[in-house]
């Protein structure tokens, strides 16, 4: 599960926040502490301070929670290998996924200490990928093409036998990402991957008009999953929020999983360019 991506849970509501969420403060700690150029230019798309900002790195960081106590945490580093991104050329891409969900089920009598009762499962998930890729540029659009490899984790407190993401896998990871401009005041932008890891895949999509400046809000919607459960979000977004140089994008709306159920769910990412 990603995130913007990205593509992007746990025992209780207290305890899901734990990781992630540290994870998340951490990072938004460092770019708020940070000097430099504008991260808002790079993160929206939008060219809004003189001199223009290119960086040749970025890193991403978000956070993403349900109200049915699941909750991830991602970061990712990609650099421009060529220069920077005004500049088509090749990237290279490191990032991970941590985090954790619960779901209730029967468990076979034949799982030892389970006698057939329903139980609680606590899942927990890590994944690590390393990715190279290639970026295309124009007036107003951006597209980044990516493959690599991609290792995930997911460790139950029961052994659920339907449950056939536990364990160790490895397998090959493809993703793509843009983001464009199609007006002066509107934007699309979009990420989809899939990995052959446990058949992992995220995509998310959103579409803005612009409210105030670099700020654009408007609907988004998410669809992930591997070879056990499949998740649906619709919702709201808000991009394009500076703090300093901290660039912020926060997203809610209602999200429907076939293992865990329907509620709701939110996002907060956060984009530093240097």
């Given at each position: 599960?990603?995130?913007?991506?990205n593509?992007?849970?746990s025992?209780?509501?207290?305890?899901?926040?734990?990781?992630?969420?540290?994870?998340?403060?951490?990072?938004?700690?460092?770019?708020?502490?940070?000097?430099?150029?504008?991260?808002?230019?790079?993160?929206?798309?939008?060219?809004?301070?003189?001199?223009?900002?290119?960086?040749?790195?970025?890193?991403?960081?978000?956070?993403?929670?349900?109200?049915?106590?699941?909750?991830?945490?991602?970061?990712?580093?990609?650099?421009?290998?060529?220069?920077?991104?005004?500049?088509?050329?090749?990237?290279?891409?490191?990032?991970?996924?941590?985090?954790?969900?619960?779901y209730?089920?029967?468990?076979?009598?034949?799982?030892?200490?389970?006698?057939?009762?329903?139980?609680?499962?606590?899942?927990?998930?890590?994944d690590?990928?390393?990715?190279?890729?290639?970026?295309?540029?124009?007036?107003?659009?951006?597209?980044?093409?990516?493959?690599?490899?991609?290792?995930?984790?997911?460790?139950?407190?029961?052994?659920?036998?339907?449950?056939?993401?536990?364990?160790?896998?490895?397998?090959?990871?493809?993703?793509?990402?843009?983001?464009?401009?199609?007006?002066?005041?509107?934007?699309?932008?979009?990420?989809?991957?899939?990995?052959?890891?446990?058949?992992?895949?995220?995509t998310?999509?959103?579409?803005?008009?612009?409210?105030?400046?670099?700020?654009?809000?408007?609907?988004?919607?998410?669809?992930?999953?591997?070879?056990?459960?499949?998740?649906?979000?619709?919702?709201?977004?808000?991009?394009?929020?500076?703090?300093?140089?901290?660039?912020?994008?926060?997203?809610?709306?209602?999200?429907?999983?076939?293992?865990?159920?329907?509620?709701?769910?939110?996002?907060?990412?956060?984009?530093?360019?240097?």
């Amino acid at each position: 599960m990603r995130p913007e991506n990205n593509r992007r849970i746990s025992e209780s509501a207290n305890r899901a926040l734990s990781y992630p969420q540290a994870l998340f403060l951490g990072a938004a700690i460092i770019f708020a502490s940070a000097g430099g150029a504008c991260a808002a230019d790079w993160y929206t798309g939008d060219k809004t301070s003189e001199p223009d900002y290119a960086p040749s790195i970025v890193f991403d960081t978000s956070d993403s929670l349900t109200s049915r106590q699941t909750n991830f945490g991602a970061i990712a580093l990609t650099a421009a290998i060529d220069g920077n991104f005004a500049q088509e050329g090749f990237r290279a891409r490191v990032e991970g996924v941590a985090g954790a969900y619960d779901y209730f089920t029967t468990l076979p009598a034949a799982v030892p200490g389970a006698l057939g009762e329903q139980k609680k499962i606590h899942a927990t998930q890590e994944d690590a990928g390393v990715l190279g890729g290639y970026g295309w540029l124009s007036r107003n659009w951006s597209l980044a093409l990516y493959a690599g490899m991609e290792v995930s984790n997911t460790t139950l407190n029961w052994n659920d036998p339907g449950n056939t993401t536990k364990g160790l896998h490895i397998g090959a990871k493809l993703a793509a990402e843009f983001y464009g401009n199609p007006t002066k005041n509107t934007m699309l932008g979009g990420y989809a991957s899939f990995s052959t890891s446990a058949d992992e895949y995220y995509t998310r999509f959103k579409a803005g008009y612009r409210i105030a400046g670099s700020i654009f809000a408007g609907p988004e919607f998410i669809a992930l999953g591997n070879q056990f459960y499949s998740e649906y979000r619709a919702g709201i977004h808000l991009t394009g929020v500076t703090l300093g140089n901290l660039s912020l994008g926060v997203s809610g709306g209602a999200s429907s999983n076939r293992v865990t159920g329907s509620g709701g769910y939110g996002i907060v990412d956060a984009r530093l360019g240097f």
